[in-house]
């Protein structure tokens, strides 16, 4: 028998990678731990723990706190992951601004800025983006000690693997190697993907989701995304995408969508349907303290929360509506939670209740029987579903590996 020994020293750094990102994964989420625990957890051998803690400690990525109580001989030391040391600057660029903020790998948001976006033309773009963190460095330079990322997610069809943006709505892009691009540029690692699923995973790491192993998120903007998690990871397909929930059909009398559809989610439940369905209905004469000055979906919410008949029956419709996409969802992945996020969920006890509803009506009973669905709790305006992906290449020891292997600290 002839051995491929290339693909054997593949397979042994490989196994490296995912023992590292293993260890390092559960000192985050189970610190403070032992080593000995840590062997127990993850059943490699001690001398397997103590190689790789060694490792982290040296790198400063870990670091050892105060003992734990003994039950006899030699106290065991505990061990926490260290946050402080290396940061990673998240970058999301949405259809009218770019916030950029500066993070530790703890996922503290040390400095925020947000920059008006005027140029829709690929290379304004690019420009732009280089220029807006060359200066977001150069203004934070005290507080970055060792920059080992930069994430930037958008909405569209985005090629996270290859660091590619194929479609994006609000720019006419061709094969934009974005990734690449800024990986010339400053030299560290760089991270590219969609802001729905990169919220997503967020929700999963830091928000209402980490202690469920699927989930879906569902956000309600200027469009509806949406990102699904199983067994704790991103669903993704060939194309880097899946689950395109705001062209599911909610109403077959519908009007028609730009997709050429007619009756979609999207028509139904987007912040501008809502407030021109607002508009409609206050010139027909409906009583409400909504005028066609102030009926934006933030006055919406307010009033439906204060009692006004109108704004509670557009958010009760939209809740309506979403629930029915919500259903369909629930009977192909049976999550254990969707989360749902955007504007719309400033009205959340209105909300909740129209999507329930529609939900019990229209899914399978066995599937909702442990299902809950919540607000989120994290600000989907700002840029944690770009740092999402800088946890993620450290969970799965890909950014962790580039960390050990590098010279520095």
Not at 15 to 21: E, G, M
Not at 68 to 87: C, D, L, N, W
Not at 174 to 197: C, M, P, R, T
Not at 355 to 381: F, H, P, W, Y
């Amino acid at each position: 028998m002839k051995f491929n020994y290339l693909n054997l020293v593949g397979n042994a750094e490989l196994i490296k990678q995912l023992n590292y990102a293993m260890i390092y994964r559960l000192i985050v989420q189970q610190a403070p731990v032992s080593r000995i625990q840590l062997a127990e957890i993850s059943q490699l051998a001690p001398a397997s723990i103590t190689k790789i803690t060694r490792q982290l400690l040296k790198k400063k990525l870990i670091k050892e706190v105060d003992a734990q109580q003994s039950t006899g001989g030699r106290p065991a030391v505990s061990i926490e992951a260290k946050f402080e040391y290396y940061q990673a600057i998240a970058v999301q660029l949405s259809r009218s601004h770019v916030t950029i903020e500066l993070f530790d790998l703890g996922a503290k948001c040390l400095m925020s800025k947000k920059c008006s976006l005027t140029n829709f033309t690929q290379q304004q773009v690019q420009d732009y983006l280089i220029i807006l963190i060359k200066e977001f460095i150069q203004l934070n330079s005290k507080k970055i000690k060792y920059l080992v990322a930069i994430s930037i997610v958008l909405p569209g069809l985005i090629d996270s693997v290859n660091g590619i943006v194929r479609y994006t709505p609000h720019i006419q892009v061709e094969e934009w190697a974005l990734g690449e691009i800024l990986q010339k540029e400053f030299n560290v690692s760089i991270f590219v993907g969609n802001d729905i699923q990169s919220l997503a995973l967020a929700e999963s790491y830091f928000g209402s989701t980490q202690h469920v192993d699927d989930s879906i998120l569902i956000r309600v903007h200027r469009g509806v995304g949406s990102g699904v998690i199983v067994n704790q990871q991103l669903l993704t397909n060939h194309n880097q995408s899946a689950c395109e929930v705001g062209h599911i059909q909610v109403d077959t009398l519908g009007e028609r969508c730009h997709c050429g559809n007619f009756g979609c989610l999207e028509n139904r439940v987007v912040n501008k349907a809502i407030e021109y369905r607002a508009k409609q209905m206050i010139e027909q004469g409906y009583a409400s303290k909504l005028t066609l000055e102030n009926c934006d979906i933030y006055h919406i919410c307010q009033y439906a929360n204060q009692g006004d008949e109108l704004a509670i029956k557009l958010v009760k419709d939209a809740g309506e509506n979403l629930g029915r996409a919500v259903a369909i969802m629930v009977n192909i992945f049976n999550p254990q939670r969707i989360v749902l996020a955007g504007e719309l969920t400033k009205s959340p006890e209105i909300l909740l209740t129209a999507v329930n509803s529609a939900l019990n009506a229209q899914s399978l009973e066995g599937l909702r029987k442990n299902l809950t669905i919540t607000c989120s709790s994290l600000n989907d305006s700002s840029a944690i579903g770009a740092f999402a992906l800088v946890q993620q290449a450290l969970f799965n020891g890909s950014l962790l590996v580039a960390l050990l292997n590098d010279k520095e600290p």
